[in-house]
């Protein structure tokens, strides 16, 4: 049973940035799919940005490429997402989520993966 155990987020202004950090437990095999995607009411939650740890693929939504940065270590399965440029639109409920049996260019969509955190909010005002 995958456990995934959020840190970061908060308020921050326009321009501003924030960092969200995420560590897996249960994981059984080295090879997965780790990633950070967000939602708002009303709307699907969206893949921000992922990693496969297979072939240390990562992807980004266009919203995130440029601005965003993705680090993953694998001794500790923790994924950091470091959030700059930071614009109202960002703001969200940003989730990490886990799936080892999900193929690499899955690893950024949301609906692929089977382990899911708590959320943690993002405000950009």
């Known amino acids: 049973h995958v456990q995934l155990v959020e840190s970061g987020g908060g308020s921050v202004q326009t321009g501003g940035s924030l960092t969200l950090s995420c560590t897996a437990s249960?994981?059984?095999?080295?090879?997965?799919?780790m990633g950070w995607f967000r939602q708002v009411p009303g709307k699907e939650r969206e893949g921000v940005a992922a990693?496969?740890?297979?072939?240390?693929?990562?992807y980004f939504s266009d919203s995130a490429r440029g601005r965003f940065t993705l680090s993953h270590d694998l001794a500790r399965n923790t994924l950091t997402l470091v959030m700059n440029s930071l614009k109202p639109e960002d703001t969200a409920m940003y989730y990490c989520?886990?799936?080892?049996?999900?193929?690499?260019?899955?690893?950024?969509?949301?609906?692929?993966?089977?382990?899911w955190g708590q959320g943690t909010q993002v405000t950009v005002s």
């Open positions: 989520a886990a799936d080892e049996f999900v193929e690499s260019r899955a690893c950024i969509v949301a609906d692929e993966q089977g382990s």
């Open positions: 249960g994981l059984t095999y080295t090879t997965y799919c």
């Open positions: 990693i496969y740890t297979g072939d240390r693929a990562r």
